[in-house]
Nanobody
């Protein structure tokens, strides 16, 4: 069974770049037909799809976050990474890495933005 685990800093300073990594076990991120997404949930708000990367490395981004987001992968480590630049307190959320088209989500990682 594929399992996902997020890692990264729990606290980020405003204007800095947030970097989160998702480590995938039990399956390859390059398996034909799969994709890997980042979804976040700010406190008291709904889920927000941020972007995804396909098994072939093609990326897609939410229009609202496109200018600040970058998703990449390291196939040798079976990981994919989210970078979100110029963070503000509005970027505070629980960040999840998610397999597609189906599968179990990572447990999520809380990110706080504060000086």
């Amino acid at each position: 069974q594929v399992q996902l685990q997020e890692s990264g800093p729990g606290l980020v300073t405003p204007s800095q770049t947030l970097s989160l990594t998702c480590t995938v076990s039990g399956g390859s991120i390059t398996t034909n037909g799969v994709y890997w997404a980042w979804i976040r949930q700010p406190p008291g708000k709904g889920l927000e799809w941020m972007g995804s990367i396909t098994y072939g490395g093609t990326t897609y981004y939410s229009p609202a976050l496109r200018s600040r987001s970058s998703i990449s992968r390291d196939t040798s480590k079976n990981q994919f990474t989210l970078q979100l630049s110029s963070v503000t307190p509005e970027d505070a959320a629980v960040y999840y890495c998610v397999p597609g088209p189906q599968g179990s989500w990572g447990q999520g990682t809380q990110v706080t933005v504060s000086s």
